[in-house]
């Protein structure tokens, strides 16, 4: 199995509440992974006119809050002795963050977890999902207060390719800091046909059987790795599991493509996010 | 004629040795000017990386300010045992809706306290170096745990349960009593 150093991490914030302590989060884990910390603020280009709302300097007034959290980490990164490279932005902020993780060769970014409604996400925008989609490298998102740690890891499984590989990186993760990995498979069947005979049990059957080939992955590679097939809403299936048996880390794979009705709907990934309990990994 | 064109040929070769000459200077001049920015970059690093390196006594205190003990006690162990200081000044209640009047309390308490600090510090020569964090406090530790690998132990200041921070730190972790406070513990012991 293929590993996967990670040697720049990009931490992207801005300045409310949930990316208070994103920029901490993201030196801890450099420290462990000895990687190098670039922390990017992107300030939301504006075209409007807003001397009309009698605002003078509207550019700085967006500028300067962001400005102040970005000086703050560079503080706070060498007061503790540590680096980290600070890089400010303008314009649509997830075009601006993929455009600096290509740019710097960024292997991670760290992003942090709005807890929004599917309606606030349409609204408001869905920053976290375009960088998902387009972004080159795996996608790391925190919610507010939460701890990065690696000793329980929650991975979904499914079969497609997406997932498998979050499985992969999953498990390079737990051999690298000694965690034990949980295996989930959600099986998720339409309420029409899963009332048919047999349709419910094929579906387990199958689950297992994919279920089974990751954990000889596992075996392979010395890391204990926990099983489970459930039958309900993925999402709803992950987010419960995580709760039950106090997961530090969710890991999800990604698919590129997306369909119109995520949009609308929301992802998986989305759903998950607005919800979890702990770190959610998004591996690519 | 002939002469002539054999002086300015001979000119002009010397021109063009000069002019060369002059562009092989200036290239060493930027490649020592270049040699030094590097040997400067690198002495800079260096210098942070031993900075780093060198272990830290991590002091912890909830108030803006350190007690009079903990201060004390902490300069005088890190000068004993050549260490830096570190203080984490934890603000436990950040989203207090009193209109920001608490926060800058305890930036100015933290201010006044770090001065404080710095100038006993110097005439111990020890390093201090300090960080404002929020939050609670067994979280702070965890974190400043897991970023900095050169805690050698963690010394917490009054107010704050040592149980909280020991289930979450992975050095040592003591508290330093004053003499008052342990005479007042004897006292209602007996």
């Given amino acids: 199995m293929k590993k996967h150093p990670v040697k720049t991490i990009l931490a992207a914030f801005n300045n409310s509440r949930e990316n208070r302590s994103l920029f901490k989060e993201a030196l801890a884990l450099a420290s462990s992974m000895r990687a190098r910390v670039i922390a990017v603020s992107v300030t939301p280009g504006y075209e409007g006119n807003m001397n009309r709302f009698f605002l003078k300097d509207a550019e700085q007034q967006l500028t300067e809050p962001l400005q102040k959290t970005l000086r703050e980490a560079k503080e706070y990164a060498t007061s503790l002795g540590l680096q980290m490279s600070t890089i400010h932005r303008t314009g649509k902020p997830c075009d601006e963050i993929i455009a600096v993780a290509n740019e710097e060769g960024a292997d991670l970014i760290l992003l942090g977890c709005a807890k929004r409604l599917q309606v606030e996400r349409m609204l408001l925008g869905r920053t976290t999902a375009e960088v998902i989609m387009n972004g080159p490298c795996d996608v790391l998102l925190i919610p507010e207060d939460a701890e990065i740690r690696f000793d329980k890891i929650l991975v979904g499984i499914s079969g497609s390719k997406a997932s498998i590989h979050a499985g992969h990186r999953a498990l390079d993760l737990a051999s690298t800091y000694g965690g034990e990995v949980h295996a989930l498979y959600v099986t998720d069947i339409p309420t029409d046909r899963a009332l048919r005979y047999g349709v419910r049990s094929d579906a387990e059957k199958k689950g297992w059987n994919i279920v089974k080939e990751f954990v000889s992955l596992g075996d392979d590679l010395d890391v204990p790795v926990i099983t489970a097939v459930k039958g309900n809403m993925p999402e709803a299936c992950i987010i419960e599991y995580a709760k039950e048996k106090g997961i530090n880390l969710i890991v999800l794979g990604s698919k590129n493509d997306s369909l119109g009705f995520d949009m609308f709907f929301g992802s998986v990934i989305e759903h998950v996010t607005s919800r979890a309990p702990c770190p959610i990994l998004v591996a690519k | ?190």
């Fill in chain 2, 1 to 190: 004629m002939v002469r002539k064109l054999q002086r300015l040929m001979q000119n002009i070769q010397m021109i063009n040795n000069t002019r060369e000459r002059t562009m092989a200077e200036k290239a060493d001049e930027k490649s020592i000017e270049l040699a030094g920015y590097y040997a400067n970059r690198i002495e800079d690093g260096l210098a942070s990386q031993n900075y780093a390196k060198k272990h830290v006594i991590l002091l912890v205190t909830r108030n803006g300010h350190l007690t009079e003990a903990v201060m004390t006690y902490g300069l005088n162990v890190a000068e004993r045992l050549n260490l830096r200081l570190l203080v984490a000044y934890v603000n436990t209640m950040p989203l207090l809706c009193d209109g920001g009047v608490r926060n800058n309390r305890f930036a100015e308490a933290v201010q006044d306290s770090i001065v404080d600090l710095r100038t006993r510090a110097r005439a111990k020569g020890v390093l201090v170096d300090y960080v404002r964090e929020s939050g609670r406090v067994a979280k702070v530790v965890s974190r400043l745990c897991r970023t900095l690998q050169s805690i050698a132990f963690i010394i917490v200041d009054k107010d704050i349960k040592i149980e909280d921070v020991i289930v979450k730190a992975s050095v040592p972790v003591f508290n330093v009593y004053s003499n008052e406070i342990r005479r007042q513990g004897l006292k209602s012991s007996h």
